[in-house]
């Protein structure tokens, strides 16, 4: 039996919601705002793999789930990039380089559609999907374990120590994003081709 109430489509369009969510726990103060929106991330996130297995084990796969899948996962990270940029986390060229590159790939999705082709995701935009949640995973504990610490106890080095981290992670989300998007393009670019 088919679990309806858990479908594919449901849970792309829960991931959906759950963002809007995110971004007002995210911009809210204090310690149990911050982790509340930690929890719904990481429940949005885990949403985006939960889909995929079900729409494979119950052969539920769809063009809906095919556009809006990838549109769903842009519209968290995006979200959770933009939030990390308000705090002063992420810099703003960062973002401009994930943000641009999403709204390129979107674009060629819609384009190849209204031609009459569906463009599925890529193996490799997984891959930069995992770098980017990784990224803003190590981001939302630092940012949950700092509201926490109501007595600014950490030391100069521990802060320090985690701020290398993140700008670490940073770095390999933004160089999977331009690598999964040039390869895309490449991937796909006859959809640009005259018919």
Request: proline share 3%; with cysteine; aromatic share 16%.
């Amino acid at each position: 039996m088919r679990p309806l109430f858990l479908s594919p489509n449901t849970l792309t369009i829960s991931r959906i919601v759950l963002t809007f969510f995110f971004i007002l726990a995210m911009c809210a103060e204090g310690f149990i705002f911050k982790l509340l929106g930690a929890i719904i991330f990481f429940l949005a996130s885990f949403t985006d793999y939960y889909d995929g297995y079900i729409a494979k084990k119950h052969k539920m796969v769809s063009d809906f789930g095919k556009l809006m899948d990838p549109i769903a996962d842009k519209f968290l990270m995006l979200s959770a990039f933009l939030v990390f940029v308000k705090m002063g986390i992420v810099p703003v060229i960062a973002f401009l380089i994930i943000f641009g590159r999403e709204v390129f790939i979107t674009f060629m999705r819609l384009y190849a559609k209204h031609k009459g082709h569906i463009l599925a995701a890529e193996k490799f935009g997984k891959y930069k999907t995992v770098s980017q949640v990784f990224c803003s995973g190590a981001i939302l504990i630092y940012v949950v374990l700092r509201s926490a610490d109501s007595t600014n106890s950490w030391s100069d080095l521990t802060i320090s120590r985690w701020q290398e981290f993140i700008d670490f992670t940073i770095m390999v989300a933004v160089l999977m994003t331009l690598a999964s998007g040039l390869s895309y393009y490449a991937n796909n670019k006859q959809v640009f081709r005259p018919q």
